[in-house]
């Protein structure tokens, strides 16, 4: 009996501290056309840690949450997300890595061809979740970032702000363990910018990881937290 | 495995929902597949009754066999029971020397030739009614009843057979061109079709990957679709079919009469109905699969 217990609690643990976790490992990222992105990142980040990417426009944010959801893959070193190597990762496993992740872009990526509901509908389309318990989930999610009353709304009759709240909800939908957004409160005025902050403190609670992109240091004063700067494709000390 | 069914009616109502999207293009794509299609099946169909038109027109089938002049009448009563329990034997008629004398008496007008023959030349003969209406099969029962005794010539009139036949055989061959030349127009419509709208659902592809759709899923409404245009082509097909056979059976009418018969073009058979329907199905899909394949791949998000 106890050396089960033992046994899964090693489990856990091994879970918890090389499964669950984006490790970065000499990172290099060279846009073709000769560009380095990114220069020689190494870092860590566990399980259920919230973490902020700063720096100015062009300084690679951007560029790591793609390695991260291996949108983009280095060119040298490794990216490891949840214990997988992005770079060895069979394009048939790449869907399901994605599905444990929840995106948020920084152009939105929202589709003007259906509502506000639907958008927000599909990521629960492409797991087969049945109608009944999807449109629960949708309209939690739209709750939550303050848009269960726009759900019949066209996206492109949303106001910028709007559109990125929608974009959060359509990345949440999921019950993502992994979180990258990428400046989600870019287009929204403080009140927004500090809800949407704390809608991201209760996943962070609930044991969520997160990443954060912004250029608002003001947010690292009212949300302590660790912080990743980047500056022209290298990690500040 | 409950969630995989709930997707495939998922993407069965997002199919139609896209068909009905774009109601008069879709019509017109089903149109065009239906009118390429009815063409070979609409010579299939006329070939089948020509077939049986030809059958019922020439008469049955028959073979001639002329007995030996020596032949007793006690053998052509054992020969006519014996024919009659032949299994490739439908029935047998027999033409006694003296009727058949009398018959070309009376039908060539040669009564004074005839009348001044010392004694009748012509010999005892049987007409022979086979079960079988193709060729090979009573150029078969010839060969068997040649070897007989006592039957001196064995005769089967098979010309018309064979020039039906060899009609049969080119026509054939004209409506698989004709099939063939249409599968690949039709492969290539839907093939056209899916590009298009591939094209005008690229952020929909990007996205759905971004948030981890596999591939499968974002084929799976293409082919689909291409499933479901090909069908509701082959469906536009038959009616084209049986509606220009209900106009030509209208204008028949008039002419069997004059012919005293009765014959009208009969429609596809239930299973040719099904073999059209799932041929059409099968290269909608096919192309929409081309498609898919050849496209999808170039949209990978950025
Ligand atoms: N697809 C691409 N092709 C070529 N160069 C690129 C590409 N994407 C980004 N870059 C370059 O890489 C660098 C980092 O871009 P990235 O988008 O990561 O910056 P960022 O920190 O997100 O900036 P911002 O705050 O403006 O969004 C920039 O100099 C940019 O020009
Ligand atoms: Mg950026």
Known sequence: MLKRISRWTQHSLYKKLIVKMIKFNQVYKRYPGGHEALRNLSFEIAEGEMVFLTGHSGAGKSTLLKLIAAIERPNGGSVIVKGQNTKSLKSAALPYLRRNLGLIFQDHKLLFDRNAFDNVLLPLQICGYDHRESAKRVRAALDKVGLLKREKANPIALSGGEQQRLCIARAIVNRPSILLADEPTGNLDAEYSEEIMHIFKSFHQVGVTLVVSTHDEGILRRFPARALHLKQGELQP | ?302
């Not at chain 2, 014996?82 to 060539?108: G, Y």
């Open chain 2, 1 to 302: 495995m409950k969630g995989l069914i709930i997707q495939h009616w998922q993407v069965i109502r997002l199919t139609f929902q896209r068909l009905m999207h774009t109601p008069i293009a879709s019509l017109l794509n089903i149109l065009v597949i239906g009118i390429a299609l009815s063409l070979p099946m609409g010579g299939y169909v006329l070939l089948k009754n020509l077939q049986s038109v030809a059958g019922q027109v020439a008469g049955p089938p028959q073979i001639s066999v002329f007995l030996a002049l020596d032949t007793s009448q006690a053998e052509i009563d054992r020969i006519s029971k014996q024919l009659k329990e032949h299994a490739a034997v439908d029935r047998i008629e027999f033409v006694p020397r003296d009727l058949a004398l009398k018959q070309l008496q009376q039908s060539t007008g040669l009564e004074d030739v005839v009348g001044g023959l010392a004694r009748n030349p012509l010999p005892d003969a049987f007409i022979v009614y086979p079960v079988a209406m193709d060729v090979q099969k009573l150029e078969l029962l010839r060969d068997d009843l040649k070897s007989w005794p006592h039957f001196e010539h064995v005769q089967l009139d098979s010309s018309w057979a064979r020039k039906l036949e060899s009609i049969l055989r080119f026509g054939r061959l004209a409506v698989g061109i004709l099939a063939a030349m249409l599968s690949f127009a039709l492969i290539a419509i839907t093939f056209n079709t899916i590009r298009l709208q591939i094209l005008t659902r690229r952020e929909e592809i990007e996205v759905s990957k971004l948030i981890g759709a596999t591939n499968g899923f974002i084929r799976r409404p293409f082919l689909y679709y291409g499933f479901l245009q090909g069908l509701l082509g082959g469906i536009a097909a038959w009616l084209i079919i049986a509606l220009s056979l209900a106009l030509l059976n209208y204008s028949l009418v008039g002419l069997a009469q004059l012919y005293g018969s009765s014959f009208s073009l009969s429609h596809l058979s239930f299973g040719d109905s099904l073999t059209l329907l799932v041929f059409s199905a099968y290269l909608g899909w096919l192309g929409a699969w081309l498609s898919v394949s050849q496209h999808l791949w170039q949209i990978e998000p950025r």
